[in-house]
């Protein structure tokens, strides 16, 4: 739901349908997803200060999520988890056939979803403890440090201080708080007919700031009742 209004917010504001596609996309994207989908539509090369104003609404609005969704009665409701074993073998071949199953069908996404099964394929062989913890710590700083000063370099004054970039910080909102209402209205929606409620604020994760999202709504829960464990139930919609 926010991607598309955002999208058609951005196309009255002027941007092309390229352009307003990259500005929507923040509803519902992390900054890594962001990026990928501001560089394949080819904002990066074509308009380099409204692809830095994207990727910086991106990473800025995933501070939103604790301040959506306010109702204490429904931040109480319960939902029930049974944790189970799960096989060492099902866990290596999970990141494998998922891998296999995404190229198949959206290949486009390929690049983001094989990094993040890589790193679980790391973890769960138990054979390359070195590569796994470099990975999760070193790799991935040196990673977000070279990032921010890429995404830096295409900041110059010229480019990014201009109106255009207040008008994209702006549509970002919208679409994070849209995409973020529509779940969490989604799920109201849905316990007027389930026997077994939902956690409005299981909506809240379906923007895909992961992990975070889910961490948020499962943090929040427990700040009402300490004994509701919605981590498992987040992490599901917020992959």
Do not use: W
């Not at 199953?101 to 390929?110: E, Y």
């Amino acid at each position: 739901f926010g991607i598309f209004f955002t999208l058609c917010m951005a196309t009255l504001c002027g941007f092309g349908p390229m352009e307003s596609a990259s500005i929507a996309i923040i509803g519902a994207a992390d900054g890594p997803t962001s990026i990928v989908v501001a560089n394949h539509l080819g904002i990066s090369a074509n308009n380099p200060g409204l692809f830095s104003a994207i990727v910086v609404a991106a990473y800025s609005y995933m501070a939103l999520v604790p301040i959506i969704q306010r109702h204490k009665h429904e931040r109480l409701i319960r939902m029930e988890y049974e944790q189970r074993d799960v096989s060492k073998l099902t866990r290596i071949l999970f990141p494998i056939v998922i891998t296999f199953v995404v190229g198949i069908v959206a290949p486009g996404g390929l690049p983001l979803i094989a990094c993040l099964m890589f790193g679980n394929l790391l973890r769960e062989c138990g054979v390359l403890n070195a590569l796994s913890e470099t990975a999760q710590k070193v790799l991935a700083n040196l990673i977000t440090l070279f990032l921010g000063l890429s995404i830096a370099a295409t900041m110059s004054a010229d480019k990014f201080l201009r109106p255009q970039t207040l008008l994209v910080l702006g549509l970002g909102l919208v679409a994070f708080v849209f995409d973020t209402v529509g779940g969490v209205f989604f799920a109201k929606f849905i316990n007027l007919f389930a026997k077994k409620k939902i956690n409005p604020m299981i909506g809240a994760a379906g923007i895909s700031a992961f992990p975070m999202s889910a961490r948020v709504v499962h943090k929040l829960g427990q700040e009402e009742d300490n004994q509701n464990f919605l981590l498992m139930h987040a992490v599901g919609a917020n992959v």
